[in-house]
Structure formats: structure tokens, C-alpha cells
């Protein structure tokens, strides 16, 4: 049973440490994966805010050119398509120029000559960042420093939805460093102007470092925490099964104590609980605490019973003769199977003017035994020898040896009786 419950305990235990390695394990994996999707989510909403920026202001920009172009015209009635262009050229010149934007934005406005496409298909109008371009013609087929043709792309979206998102490298505002950037291009008819506004995209990083520095932190709590349960789960199962095991032990112990102390047979207590038990009377004797009338006493002829009924019935015998003294005695009186069908019952606090009362009282239960297999002539009667301790015992032995004596002295009287020493 105990290697049952060990080896069931170490099931558990391996189980729960198993557990503990598959869930930190998941943990990981888990956040990892969230640690991938909260950068791609930091970069979407990064993009998405960068992208808005870039619709916003271009779009800002054209309803600015509609208005200064509706107060040139009323102010110019006269001026020709041309004059009205290159004047607002110049107003939105100055204003790009002057304008700054968040993140090292930027906007540009190219003319496009041919919307097929091709060598100078588009004029390079206004470009804060390369102003020594402007005037300057551009190609569908020129290759950016990705692999890219941008122009070509942009002027296909364009021509397909009149705006354009794009991804390419270009250089930085005040700077000769090339990097990423999105732009937004949006056509303003009228004049067939592409105006275009970049964002560089070295930020993007910084978003998806921040987002997973939180996943991390997190993944760090989440994997504490789930490490200290899990601790916790293993020392109550340790706990539970400690406990168990005390707890069997103590039951197996009190089981085991009270094989030892009781005589299975008869229930009577057992004779190495009697031998313990008058040793320690004897210490309360000889320290002055109480005195101890000791009963020395068997069934008289019990061998019959065996050689007639049986011994079954020289069993009920016994029974019956253990259950006849108690039900005479005091419960704090103990009734000792000594041997075979020998007892002795312990008394205390029993004055000798009492004495005599005290074993008619249990002899007169004892002769009252009946049993069904045997007839109701057949008597059962015991031989009494009675004693107490003496200021010269030097141990509980001698009042054993004087009970006994007085046993002897009862059976040499006609048994059925008892007799004191």
C-alpha cells in the first residue's frame, strides 16, 4: 500500500513537472508569437498613422490650391491657363518651402507631359529636398535604389484610381542618407500635377522595439506567475501527500498499537499492555498516589469446555467470560488477558472493606453466563486470587506472584470462590 501511494505521489509529481515544463514552454512559444504580431501590429498602426498624415496634408494642400486659384482668377479674370499655373506654382512653392510636417515629411509636385509614360513623361515642378532637380525630366523607366520603378507605379495608380501608396527608397530631408519612405500621390487635374509627400519609415523600428519591450515585460509576469503556481501546485500536492502519509502512518501505528494492546480474541487488553500498565501503577504506588487491588483469576475446568463442545465454544467461553467482568467493573478498570484462559483484573482505588463485595460481584456474573450450545446445567465459574501492592514489591512481578498464590489457595479450596494474600 505505501509503495502504491509513493509511486502515485512520484506520478503526480512528474505529471505536475511536466505540466510545469509545457506551460513555461507554451508561454514562450505563445509569446513569441505574440511578440511577432504586436510588431506587425505596431507597424500597421504605425503605417496607418503615417499614411493619414500623407492623405491629410496632400489633400490639405489641394483644397489650398483650389482656393488660391479661385482668388487668382478673380482678381485675373483675363490671365490664361497658363499664367493662373505658373503664378500658383510660385504660392505653392513657397509654402512647401516654408512648411515642416512631423517626422521629417515632406511634399513634392511633379507635372506629368504623358500619361504613356516613357522618357520625360513628367517635369519635376517643385522638391524641397532636391531643389537642383527641379525643371528636370523624369522616366517611367529609371530604377530606384530598391529595383524599383517608382515613376512607373506611380503613374499607374494615378491613371487607374487618381492616388497612389507606394513604398521606395529616396533620400532623407537634409540629409544624403537613402532610406525607406511611404508616399502618398494624388493627381490634381487641372493642372495634371502629381502632389506627392513622403515619409521616411526609420521610426517604424522604434514602434515595433517599444511594442515588443511591453510583450516582453509581459511575457515575464505571465511566465512568473504561472511558474509560481505552479510551485504552489507542487507543494500542495507534496503537502496533501505528506499528510496523507502521516496520517496512514498514525492509522497504521494506532492499528498496530492497538493489536499490541488488545487481545483479539476476547477484546480483553492484551498481556504487553498488562505488563506496561502494572509498571506504571506501580510507580503511582510507590509514589503515594493510589492503591491497586490486582485480580489473579481463570475459568475453573476451562479444558472441558474444549474437550466437550468444541473449541468454537471454548472460544464463546472466553468471550462471554471477558464481557461477565466487565459489565462488573468500572470502565477505568482494565481486564488483562494473561495466558490461555488466565486474567487479571486491574482495580483502583478499591479499599479493602470493599474487596470482598467486588469479587462476589464478579463471580455471581460470572456463574450467570449462559451459552446456547451448551446446556443450561453446565456452569461457568472462575478461581479468584486477590492482592494488593506492599511497601517491599520491588516491581509489579511480586504482586503478580502473590495473586497467583492466592489463585492457588482458591483452587485448593473447590475452586468457584477466591482468596486473598
Not at 509560481?228 to 507542487?234: F, G, Q, R, V, Y
Not at 496523507?244 to 504487553?272: C, F, H, M, P, W
Not at 506496561?276 to 510507580?283: D, I, M, Q
Amino acid at each position: 500500500m505505501e509503495n502504491i501511494k509513493s509511486n502515485g505521489f512520484l506520478r503526480a509529481l512528474l505529471f505536475d513537472i511536466l505540466g510545469l515544463l509545457v506551460s513555461v514552454l507554451m508561454i514562450y512559444v505563445t509569446s513569441r508569437a505574440v511578440t511577432g504580431i504586436s510588431a506587425a501590429m505596431a507597424y500597421d498602426a504605425t503605417m496607418s498613422v503615417k499614411k493619414n498624415l500623407l492623405y491629410e496634408n496632400v489633400n490639405n494642400m489641394i483644397i489650398y490650391i483650389d482656393n488660391e486659384k479661385d482668388a487668382y482668377v478673380k482678381e485675373h479674370p483675363d490671365a490664361s491657363e497658363e499664367e493662373i499655373e505658373s503664378s500658383l506654382q510660385q504660392i505653392v512653392r513657397n509654402r512647401i518651402y516654408t512648411e515642416e510636417h512631423l517626422d521629417g515629411a515632406y511634399m513634392w509636385i511633379q507635372k506629368v507631359l504623358d500619361y504613356n509614360g516613357g522618357d520625360n513623361y513628367a517635369i519635376r515642378l517643385i522638391h524641397p529636398n532636391l531643389p537642383d532637380t527641379e525643371g528636370c525630366y523624369l522616366s517611367t523607366e529609371e530604377v530606384n535604389q530598391m529595383g524599383m520603378k517608382a515613376y512607373e507605379i506611380e503613374l499607374e495608380g494615378i491613371k487607374a484610381d487618381g492616388e497612389i501608396y507606394q513604398n521606395y527608397a529616396f533620400k532623407k530631408l537634409e540629409s544624403d542618407e537613402v532610406s525607406e519612405k511611404v508616399t502618398y500621390a494624388k493627381l490634381y487635374k487641372p493642372f495634371d500635377w502629381i502632389i506627392c509627400m513622403g515619409v521616411n519609415l526609420d521610426d517604424i523600428d522604434h514602434y515595433r522595439l517599444q511594442a515588443q519591450a511591453r510583450i516582453h515585460s509581459y511575457q515575464t509576469i505571465i511566465m512568473s506567475t504561472v511558474i509560481s503556481l505552479w510551485l504552489l501546485l507542487l507543494f500542495v500536492i507534496f503537502f496533501i501527500f505528506r499528510r496523507t502519509q502521516i496520517g496512514t502512518y498514525e492509522k497504521k501505528n494506532k492499528e498496530l498499537e492497538s493489536k499490541l494492546n488488545v487481545d483479539v480474541l476476547t477484546g480483553a487488553s492484551s498481556r504487553s499492555y498488562g505488563e506496561r500498565l502494572l509498571a506504571s501503577e506501580f510507580k503511582e504506588f510507590q509514589s503515594g498516589k493510589r492503591d491497586t487491588l490486582l485480580l489473579m483469576m481463570d475459568i475453573d475446568y476451562y479444558k472441558q469446555f474444549n474437550d466437550n463442545y468444541g473449541h468454537e465454544v471454548g472460544d464463546k467461553v472466553l468471550k462471554a467470560f471477558v464481557t461477565a467482568i466487565r459489565e462488573s467493573v468500572r470502565i477505568t478498570d482494565s481486564v488483562i488477558r494473561w495466558g490461555g484462559d488466565e486474567f487479571i483484573v486491574v482495580l483502583q482505588k478499591v479499599s479493602p472493606d470493599m474487596m470482598q463485595a467486588m469479587a462476589d460481584k464478579i463471580l455471581d456474573a460470572i456463574r450467570s453466563i449462559t451459552l446456547e450450545e451448551m446446556p443450561a446445567s453446565q456452569k461457568i465459574t472462575s478461581s479468584v486470587g486477590m492482592t494488593y501492592f506492599d511497601i517491599a514489591d520491588t516491581d509489579y512481578k511480586d504482586i503478580i506472584s502473590r495473586a497467583d498464590a492466592a489463585l492457588y489457595k482458591a483452587k485448593e479450596a473447590g475452586r468457584n470462590n477466591w482468596k486473598t494474600a
